[in-house]
């Protein structure tokens, strides 16, 4: 007896071989010429002991037995010739209660039961009344373990048809065995379709492949295997986790692609900010306080002479980069560091022992909890080392053209003649000392 239940594009089928219920019932002594067998209300011989292939499948919906007794009860006896082996025999049948169209006749054969031994013939309906119901017991276990079985496998095809992933299982000849429908979208085939073809026959593009590849070498190696490549006939990125068995492949995938872009995206605009950074000689960095860890930029690194390798100094580490005359106020920064103010700015020179000394300029600012308290601090260091050299020449250059204008009034003021100047606008601008007396002019 065979069912099938199919769902989801996948299928089940369990099978009893009637050979086992004839060995199984074989057990049950009927004494000689005693039959057992299971046939469906329709008539159909489903099972019979002693086993009759001929009989198998054939209906005897003719018999007395569908034509008058069942009618009228599901359960009963009768006296009648064998339409099987045309034996006399006495007839027993019950329906079974969990499947009303199946049931179970039980046959003792008539001189059996007449024979001199009568005496014997009580004991002998007592035991066959207990065969005939650990028979229908037996029945209706095996009914309900088939039953299970079905249900567990079809729970197993749902999971696959729940899970976000795509979902595929090859044999060891690579032939589809299961694809769920989040893979025949991704493939955009019917799963169904896919059941038992061979996978590099339905997508020889793949063959050569990274995929093909991995795959094949998951099934020899027997090792589970992980895989994100772009596969270019698609164009699109995809994950693999890849299980081997020595009946197959059970393979995992999802597409990834957009993942992947926003990652290269993100790597792009992380080089376009630190070319930016090295172009205004700008580092930056980020510090949290609670556990007391930081990131720097790469042009922070290199602003402080500090090797990227090493990663973020400590604050130890961080005051062996700053100019010994400066270390004292950047201690004491550090310790008010958040209790005034969220934003501070102040400079600092870098190690002269590292490399030439330069000036940086550093701004601050606090990051704060709900209640307040600092957990960590972002800012910029700015070489301003260029800038402060201009302001120091052009401090020099003032102070060398203060000196020449006051020498030079010095002499002007020593002359026997009158001098006076004037701009483009003809407007007088100064008065020697001599123009002044000869003129009445204020000197200024």
């Not at 009648?80 to 049948?93: I, T």
């Not at 008539?110 to 014997?120: E, K, N, Q, S």
């Not at 007592?126 to 299970?148: D, E, G, K, P, Y």
């Not at 060398?400 to 003021?413: E, F, P």
Request: charged share 20%.
């Amino acid at each position: 007896m065979c069912r099938s239940e199919v769902r989801s594009g996948g299928g089940i089928v369990a099978a009893i071989e009637p050979r086992y219920f004839d060995q199984l019932w074989a057990t049950v002594d009927l004494g000689r010429g005693g039959a057992i067998a299971r046939l469906h209300r329709d008539g159909t011989m489903m099972m019979r002991s002693p086993f009759d292939e001929r009989v198998m499948g054939k209906n005897f919906h003719e018999a007395p037995l569908f034509s008058t007794h069942l009618p009228q009860s599901s359960t009963g006896s009768y006296q009648d010739v064998s339409r099987v082996d045309q034996q006399m025999r006495q007839f027993a049948y019950r329906t079974l209660s969990t499947q009303p169209e199946l049931l179970v006749v039980v046959g003792l054969a008539v001189d059996t039961i007449l024979a001199p031994w009568r005496r014997l013939s009580a004991l002998a309906l007592v035991i066959w009344a207990i065969a005939s119901t650990a028979i229908m017991a037996l029945s209706v276990m095996l009914n309900r373990v088939w039953r299970q079985q079905v249900r567990a496998g079809r729970d197993r095809l749902e999971v696959f048809e729940r899970i976000t992933d795509a979902f595929v299982a090859l044999d060891r000849h690579w032939n589809y065995t299961y694809v769920n429908s989040k893979a025949g979208q991704l493939f955009g085939r019917d799963p169904a379709g896919l059941i038992g073809r061979h996978i590099w026959t339905e997508f020889p593009e793949g063959v050569g492949q990274s995929f093909h590849i991995t795959y094949e070498l998951a099934m020899t190696t027997q090792r589970p295997m992980f895989l994100e490549e772009y596969y270019p006939p698609y164009q699109r990125w995809f994950e693999n986790r890849i299980y081997p068995s020595p009946g197959g492949l059970s393979i995992y995938f999802h597409d990834v692609t957009e993942r992947k872009l926003a990652q290269e995206q993100l790597r792009q605009s992380e080089a376009s900010l630190a070319d930016a950074q090295a172009s205004a000689h700008l580092g930056s960095w980020e510090l949290d306080l609670t556990s007391l860890t930081g990131t720097w930029s790469a042009e922070n690194f290199r602003l402080h002479y500090r090797d990227p390798a090493l990663g973020a100094p400590s604050f130890a580490e961080y005051l062996e980069l700053v100019h010994p005359d400066d270390r004292a106020a950047t201690t004491a920064l550090q310790a008010t560091l958040g209790q005034t103010s969220d934003r501070t700015e102040h400079e600092y020179r870098t190690n002269p022992s590292l490399g030439p000394v330069r000036v940086l300029s550093v701004a601050i600012r606090m990051i704060r909890d709900a209640d307040g308290r600092p957990v960590g601090a972002t800012g910029t260091a700015l070489d301003i080392t260029q800038r402060n050299q201009v302001k120091q020449q052009l401090l020099a250059s003032q102070a060398s053209l203060h000196q020449a204008a006051l020498h030079t009034r010095t002499i002007l003021d020593n002359l026997m003649d009158g001098v006076i100047t004037l701009n483009l606008h003809g407007v007088v601008e100064s008065v020697n000392r001599a123009a002044s007396i000869a003129f009445g002019y204020a000197p200024h």
